[in-house]
């Protein structure tokens, strides 16, 4: 029989085995247990040229005159502006339901912020003693366990109830390090009272969605949206949407190529550390994003733990460029992409700190 200590340290190291599978079946999931690439294709009636990727304007460095001319007439239907959690995701024979996920769509933007349920437990059990303060604060493993995550912002463009998401700002784009994603991340919404399901656009041998996500509803509807962007060097996008809020913002610089593309970050941080390269898996995690309730604009979910319990504009980096943007948040300076019409009806969708520039 096992003693207290013993099972503790079992239990310990079941919970970081479990937040180190999770980007693989994260992965599992999303691609219908690795199909989707056969799945999407023109004889089956499921055609798409490069420009239906979602990393296609960042690849070739256009995402904001792409993003200007698409989102004049393509935004989603009403019922989807908000924020909303994701209870279940389910594909490829696996299901995911311990994620602390939220996804904020306004008429313009969204930003979506995945992280595991047990990150925190995983990495008190890897350090064993006070949490890490900073990245350079942070061990391999730790390191490890901070790679399974994953976030991304962008442009939603809608037909009807279906959506093809392209990406200004996300986690697993790093060329040379991280192969490009291969298929759209296109998708169809269905409606219900307080909640809605998003399925795969391209379906498998049996005519079924191959992966499906279930979204309840988050904060308040018809709260109001804004949609900021990044006026400086450093891309950025804050939403605020169902009286919540939410940001995602680039890393400062592009991770140094290695040679090979990993199917996700995780996987590149790993390859990175087994290689010595502590820096390069450090890069890889110093994209930042997380989100909170606009009611106290405290970040309550980050990427980084650290960033947690902050005003989300101490939690914002400078984003350079000083000079230029429509709205200050601490130090980080935004043109503005979508707002209401009143003044007063914007700044009140903002933190009080909020300045116009």
Same mark, same amino acid.
């Given at each position: 029989m096992l003693s207290g200590r013993a099972m503790r340290r079992a239990l310990s190291a079941s919970v970081v085995d479990d937040v180190l599978a999770w980007s693989a079946l994260q992965g599992h999931?999303?691609?219908?247990?690795?199909?989707?690439? /056969?799945?999407?294709?023109?004889s089956r009636g499921f055609p798409f040229a490069d420009a239906d990727l979602p990393h296609h304007p960042l690849r070739r460095g256009t995402t904001r005159d792409a993003f200007d001319a698409r989102r004049r007439d393509r935004g989603p239907p009403a019922w989807v502006v908000g924020a909303w959690e994701r209870p279940a995701f389910v594909g490829g024979g696996a299901a995911?339901?311990?994620?602390?996920?939220?996804?904020?769509? /306004?008429?313009?933007?969204?930003?979506? %912020?995945? /992280?595991? %349920?047990d990150r925190d437990a995983a990495l008190a059990a890897a350090r064993r003693g006070a949490p890490p303060a900073h990245l350079a604060d942070c061990g391999d493993l730790e390191l490890r366990l901070l790679a399974r995550q994953h976030a991304f912002a962008g442009f939603g463009d809608w037909d009807d109830a279906t959506c093809a998401r392209h990406h200004c700002v996300d986690w697993n784009f790093a060329p040379g390090r991280v192969a490009p994603r291969r298929v759209p991340n296109r998708w169809r919404a269905e409606r219900f009272e307080k909640s809605w399901t998003e399925w795969s656009h391209a379906t498998d041998d049996f005519g079924q969605s191959y992966y499906s996500e279930l979204w309840r509803r988050l904060g308040t509807p018809d709260a109001g949206a804004v949609a900021l962007r990044s006026a400086g060097h450093r891309d950025a996008v804050v939403v605020v949407a169902g009286g919540c809020f939410a940001y995602a913002v680039a890393r400062p610089a592009a991770p140094a190529p290695a040679g090979e593309d990993a199917a996700h970050v995780a996987a590149a941080v790993d390859a990175a550390l087994a290689a010595g390269d502590v820096a390069g898996a450090r890069g890889l995690l110093s994209l930042e994003a997380g989100a909170g309730d606009a009611a106290t604009w405290t970040v309550s979910?980050?990427?980084?733990?650290?960033?947690?319990?902050?005003?989300?504009?101490?939690?914002?980096?400078?984003?350079?460029?000083?000079?230029?943007?429509?709205?200050?948040?601490?130090?980080?300076?935004?043109? %503005? %992409?979508?707002?209401?019409?009143?003044?007063?009806?914007?700044?009140?969708?903002?933190p009080p700190e909020a300045a116009r520039l």
């Open positions: 999931i999303l691609s219908g247990g690795g199909r989707a690439e /056969t799945f999407y294709s023109a995911a339901t311990r994620d602390r996920v939220r996804n904020l769509i /306004t008429n313009t933007l969204f930003v979506d %912020v995945r /992280t595991p %349920v979910a980050a990427l980084h733990p650290w960033d947690e319990g902050k005003p989300l504009t101490a939690a914002l980096p400078d984003l350079g460029g000083a000079a230029g943007g429509d709205v200050a948040l601490g130090d980080a300076r935004f043109d %503005v %992409v979508e707002r209401p019409d009143d003044d007063a009806a914007f700044f009140a969708l903002l």
